[in-house]
């Protein structure tokens, strides 16, 4: 992962780390990308969120029918929240596998996420277990301490000799997956209007909001963006 910018740039490619971009007008012969300033490409790709979908794109791209239709979808989604609880022991927690699936309540899976204590990280625990919950639930009315205490809680009852923990921290992203429900009108991915293509989990019809279903949607992006370039449709 950490050599594909330098294949992005040895191909001619440039990357724009922490820049907020912003496709702002689809042309005859160009996309307008707007980031500290405004760039023109001969085409765009986007790839965010279904909630940020909307703020990604320019008044003029988004007054285009068929981008007007992949809003109105996106618009309807409900939304998951993932929750993960990290929680750090005073020694060595040894897991059978470096992922497992939990019994009980409020966690769903634990990881051993131990070797980001390592490279001077400044912190006295051994080992970091990361809880996590991957849908809505009551635990979303809890207070972060009482979380941290309800996970706590749920790992001893399987390991009761778990040593003190150190510390504790939840990160709650609120929003965090698209809602799969039945019957769910999603947009399409690929080619949206002339020069302006569209990937992301929530645009694959087979698959639900996963890693997989991003992948496959951003290869069928630039897979459509390749072909139309060859035959010269914009």
């Not at 929003?175 to 080619?191: D, E, Q, S």
Request: with cysteine; glycine share 10%.
């Amino acid at each position: 992962m950490f050599g594909q910018p330098i294949i992005v740039a040895e191909r001619g490619g440039s990357l724009r780390l922490g820049a907020t971009a912003r496709a702002v007008v689809a042309g005859e012969r160009a996309v307008v990308i707007e980031t500290a300033g405004a760039e023109s490409f001969a085409a765009a790709i986007v790839a965010v969120g279904p909630q940020q979908l909307a703020g990604a794109l320019g008044e003029e791209i988004r007054r285009d029918p068929a981008w007007r239709a992949a809003l109105d979808h996106v618009g309807a989604f409900a939304y998951e929240s993932i929750t993960t609880i990290y929680l750090a022991f005073a020694e060595r927690v040894p897991l059978d596998a470096p992922l497992l699936r939990l019994a009980g309540t409020p966690g769903q899976w634990v990881f051993d996420r131990s070797l980001a204590l390592a490279g001077g990280s400044g912190s006295d625990g051994l080992s970091l277990l990361a809880v996590v919950i991957s849908a809505n639930g009551p635990h979303d009315a809890l207070d972060h301490p009482t979380l941290a205490r309800d996970a706590e809680a749920q790992l001893r009852r399987l390991a009761p000799a778990l040593p003190a923990v150190l510390w504790s921290r939840v990160i709650a992203e609120k929003r965090a997956t698209y809602a799969c429900a039945p019957a769910l009108m999603r947009p399409r991915h690929g080619r949206i209007a002339p020069g302006v293509y569209l990937a992301g989990d929530y645009t694959d019809p087979e698959y639900p909001a996963t890693l997989e279903a991003a992948v496959r949607s951003g290869i069928s992006a630039a897979g459509a963006l390749l072909a139309d370039r060859e035959s010269g449709v914009r």
